[in-house]
């Protein structure tokens, strides 16, 4: 076997923090004091469903044994079954089982990959952790320790077992790989998580009392079924179950309010567990480069869905989302260290300027800020060994490939489909990209939108004053940052509605630094309502300041005066067609949702054949006359419409809806759309192209 990579741990260690904290000891009495408030609870009304059971049974042996007619034998039987029903919901938490199921994961032995289960070895024993049950290979981009839980294993010693994702592998370096698999097993270690372990498994049993109810509904109906009378004591059974939900749904809440405390600080010990044998910087790293990876894998499978299209198979995602980790660096100035793009905290925060802080005392996680403050105040940093973390693994192409595979398990794939290697991906998605990539000039000033030209009075606009000189000046820092800005407002709108309907439960929070109570939830909305609406007036006036800017400065006017013509008109057709398809699913909606009557279906449908299925079809004869639609385009798409127009379709026939016309017109309206929001973005890209071709030829001096 080859030399096992494994980097070094901190030279410093402070043996005193790797004891639970204060914090910790207090959230943890606070879960023990729960958790017994809820046994007395649970005990009582155990007491009291076994004394109504014994009753029952007695009655109901009774009336068997005294009374034996069909009617009394009925009843009886009711009240043994109803009595054993009600005890049965108490204590079925006993017998179920929690299972962690994936069915992504491939179990690896030792034999397969030797370093891998060395370096593992290593480190449990470096964090004083149980070596894995079993070791499973997974494509996500995670990391986790699991194991099936049940009411026995609070009692019993279970064995965990560990998923690696080999999108997390594929996105950290050797050191930054040790310290997330550290965490992992600082839950576990021996010095701070048993407690944590045991409030897990009392939260389930809490769980399944509350909700995890589906085969005890169906056993209740099975002998419900049976008989009228039956039924009624069926109807008993749920009124009863329901009353002892009712009593224990606010312990659960209470429970789970300090679990997810104790859960917080359990992170904040697995951190400082991580730190002590791989560094408390080399952690801070990877949560940061995990958190751009992760949006990279997701982008691999949303390609990997479209490229299913044209019959196209990957035949290693891996590659596919360096790729795209790679393009993002490329695109942000990000270094490369041996090939993976060097992310740092301050980067992945920039992306977040939230002006609403709370907190949430649901999070079962401290947010990354939260953990890099406290792995500060740990201080135990290990320098880095930026080798990949493949280096540790054997056969790697051969797992890759394999996990790849996995990712299409459950897609039906076309006999004649063909795979793509890394090299071809390379090649389409960097062309890809170029097709949607703006003048870098423009420093993402006009990126994922569009100006308001609909709304303009092009001839007045293009005499707007201008308040900048040069390109610099009209497409500066602040300018670029306005749109996400306004971003941010509305996303701070939304967690401050949040706050004020009680979908976060706090009571409090802070805006802007200063502290607010949920009543004030208004008038924070309403700043930041005036912040978006003032924002929205400056980016407007900007837009309308570069056009006129370019209109004057260029050399020649009347071509950039026809490329944001030319823009407009597709855009105010791109306009009326989304209207179009607005009415369209609001007519279709209530027929996969709502129980509709006989006479409102046959209402629908003749608003849906007679008004908007003529104007969906004039539309489209539109869009082919004008050679919008043609033969180019791609997917068939003329012919897929030039079929849709010529045939009469109906929707709903001998009263059922008839399927194949109604997904045969989504398929078709979709595929349009999607055409035309191609259209748009080529006709928008050619506007400011033009426009920037237009000034840059301008003489030196000008």
């Not at 890759?400 to 090299?423: C, F, M, P």
């Amino acid at each position: 076997m080859k030399e096992v990579l494994y980097p070094g741990a901190p030279v410093n260690i402070n043996a005193e923090k790797l004891q639970p904290s204060a914090t910790f000891r207090m959230q943890a009495l606070k879960v023990i004091g729960a958790i017994l408030l809820f046994l007395l609870t649970y005990l009582i009304l155990l007491a009291a469903s076994v004394a109504l059971a014994a009753l029952c049974c007695y009655a109901g042996y009774w009336l068997i044994t005294e009374i034996p007619r069909i009617l009394t034998v009925i009843l009886g039987f009711g009240l043994i079954v109803f009595g054993a029903s009600v005890i049965y919901f108490m204590i079925k938490f006993i017998f179920a089982v929690s299972k962690d199921e994936n069915d992504a994961r491939v179990e690896i032995t030792e034999q397969e990959q030797p370093r891998l289960f060395a370096f593992i070895r290593q480190l449990t024993a470096d964090t004083n952790t149980q070596f894995p049950k079993k070791i499973y290979l997974s494509p996500d981009v995670n990391a986790c320790v699991f194991y099936h839980s049940s009411f026995w294993s609070m009692f019993l010693p279970i064995r965990k077992n560990l998923e690696i994702g080999l999108g997390l592998v594929n996105s950290i370096n050797v050191s930054e790989f040790k310290a997330v698999m550290a965490h992992e097993f600082g839950h576990f270690s021996q010095r701070s998580m048993k407690l944590g372990s045991f409030t897990y498994s009392a939260n389930r049993i809490i769980h399944n009392m509350l909700y995890d109810n589906t085969s005890y509904v169906s056993f209740i109906q099975g002998w419900a079924n049976i008989h009228e009378y039956l039924a009624l004591f069926g109807i008993l059974t749920f009124k009863m179950a329901a009353g002892i939900q009712w009593v224990l749904r606010g312990m659960y809440k209470f429970i789970n309010i300090s679990y997810m405390a104790l859960s917080r600080e359990m992170e904040f010990h697995a951190d400082t567990v991580a730190a002590s044998v791989a560094g408390g910087n080399n952690l801070i790293t990877a949560l940061s480069r995990i958190e751009v990876a992760s949006g990279c894998f997701s982008s691999s499978i949303n390609s990997a869905n479209e490229r299913l299209k044209e019959k196209k198979i990957a035949r290693n995602i891996f590659l596919n989302q360096l790729t795209i980790f790679r393009s993002l660096a490329d695109k942000h100035g990000l270094p490369l260290a041996q090939g993976l793009p060097h992310v740092t905290y301050q980067f992945v925060s920039s992306f977040s300027s939230s002006r609403v802080n709370f907190k949430n005392q649901w999070a079962s996680h401290p947010s990354l800020e939260e953990r890099k403050q406290h792995l500060e105040q740990v201080a135990m940093d290990a320098v880095p060994d930026e080798t990949n973390a493949w280096a540790i693994f054997d056969n790697i192409v051969q797992i890759q490939e394999s996990l790849t595979t996995k990712l299409y398990r459950s897609v039906k794939l076309e006999s004649n489909a063909i795979h793509y290697d890394g090299e071809e991906f390379d090649t389409w998605y960097h062309t890809r990209n170029e097709v949607y990539n703006l003048p870098p000039v423009y420093k993402g000033f006009y990126d994922s939108r569009y100006p308001a030209v609909l709304e303009w009075d092009m001839e007045t606009v293009k005499d707007t004053p201008l308040s900048v000189t040069n390109l610099e000046s009209l497409f500066s820092e602040e300018h670029v940052g306005i749109f996400n800005a306004i971003a941010n407002y509305k996303s701070d709108i939304n967690t401050v509605t949040a706050i004020k309907e009680k979908n976060i439960d706090v009571r409090s929070f802070d805006f802007d630094g200063k502290k607010y109570k949920r009543k004030d939830c208004d008038q924070v909305i309403a700043l930041l309502e005036a912040d978006v609406e003032a924002a929205n007036e400056k980016l407007k006036l900007l837009d309308k300041q570069a056009f006129a800017f370019f209109y004057n400065k260029g050399n020649n006017p009347a071509l950039v005066m026809e490329k944001y013509r030319s823009f407009r008109a597709v855009h105010e057709r791109t306009e009326t067609y989304v209207e179009l398809l607005k009415r369209i699913n609001l007519i279709l909606k209530p027929f996969y949702h709502d129980a509709l009557s006989l006479e409102e279906i046959i209402s629908a449908v003749n608003v849906l054949k007679h008004k908007e299925e003529p104007e969906l079809k004039r539309q489209l004869k539109s869009l082919l006359h004008d050679g919008i639609i043609s033969k180019d385009t791609a997917d068939d798409l003329q012919k897929r419409s030039e079929d849709f127009l010529y045939t009469q379709y109906l929707y709903f026939k001998d009263n059922a809806f008839v399927d194949e016309e109604l997904n045969l017109m989504a398929d078709v309206r979709f595929a349009v759309l999607d055409h035309l929001q191609d259209v748009l973005f080529k006709h928008y890209k050619e506007m400011l192209t033009e426009q920037l071709a237009q000034y840059e030829g301008l003489p030196p001096g000008s």
